[in-house]
């Protein structure tokens, strides 16, 4: 069980037990692609771009095309959590923690989650029909920091590149930011009296939306060698949330631990960039 409950024991300080600052549970889920899969891995199949070519004679042969094949696979990891709650416990505190402990799991797992989901991003994919060759995110999906946090110069320099490489307008598109980058785009002072009041209201959370991404708040971006933090723009398609075994929760007693509450919590998930043309890079320096 964990050793810091005794931090609980109260005389008749609280009735409650008040949960810690803490993401609870995933915020990138519902912005990616999620399929739930059978098996250790999981290939997804990929059809590219074809090209037509002009019929110049009248009865002329059926032309046969090489329609481009690709394939991502991801092997599924495993989570899991648990924790105990003693009879003796119960009776030191004034409030049985049992569900505060289930948050707590349920939040860690949702994090886990996130923390698959921005590797995804950024990492490197495994491609081809085993899984056997890695594919980087190319330099032309990167922003650089140009000795500036996030701006809306890369906002805009962003969506053309996902433009340019004529990624479907109707999908949904998401930037995953760090509070510091909402700081940035306040404190830019090129920035527009309109386009300030839009940054102000991603601010407080009464608009969620600009330049045409659906912004997504997390404290969970890694900083590269440079200590620039890593914001990630993209489009829905453009990664896959394999689910082997969603979340599952089992509060029971154990009798060969004096029949205290255990609280387990477990799922099976990975996730893999299935297009490179659907996710821009941009270094923010911090």
Not at 28 to 44: H, I, P, Q
Not at 161 to 166: F, T
Not at 216 to 222: D, F, G, P, T
């Amino acid at each position: 069980m964990s050793s810091q409950i005794t931090t609980a024991f109260v005389n008749q300080f609280s009735s409650n037990v008040t949960m810690l600052s803490q993401q609870m549970g995933s915020l990138l889920r519902s912005a990616v692609d999620v399929e739930t899969v059978n098996g250790e891995k999981a290939f997804f199949d990929q059809v590219g771009q074809a090209a037509a070519v002009q019929k110049t004679t009248r009865n002329s042969d059926t032309p046969i095309m090489e329609t481009p094949h690709a394939r991502r696979m991801v092997s599924l990891k495993d989570f899991e959590y648990a924790d105990l709650v003693d009879d003796q416990d119960k009776i030191r505190m004034l409030s049985d923690p049992t569900s505060s402990y289930a948050k707590a799991a349920a939040a860690a797992i949702g994090r886990a989650m996130d923390d698959e989901v921005i590797a995804a991003l950024g990492g490197t994919a495994l491609t081809g029909k085993t899984g056997a060759t890695s594919t980087a995110l190319p330099s032309a999906q990167k922003i650089a920091h140009g000795s500036a946090g996030l701006t809306i110069a890369k906002l805009v320099e962003a969506k053309q590149k996902l433009d340019e490489k004529s990624v479907d307008p109707s999908i949904r598109r998401f930037i995953v930011v760090s509070p510091k980058q909402i700081s940035d785009l306040l404190n830019n002072t090129t920035v527009t009296s309109a386009d300030f009041n839009t940054v102000r209201a991603l601010a407080t959370g009464t608009l969620s939306e600009f330049v045409g991404f659906t912004f997504i708040n997390s404290n969970r971006l890694q900083v590269d060698g440079n200590s620039d933090r890593l914001v990630y723009a993209f489009a829905q398609q453009g990664v896959k949330l394999a689910i082997g075994k969603d979340v599952k929760s089992d509060i029971t007693e154990r009798a060969d631990k004096s029949y205290a509450t255990q609280v387990y919590y477990c799922a099976s998930f990975a996730a893999t960039r299935m297009e490179e043309e659907m996710v821009v890079e941009i270094a923010c320096n911090e």
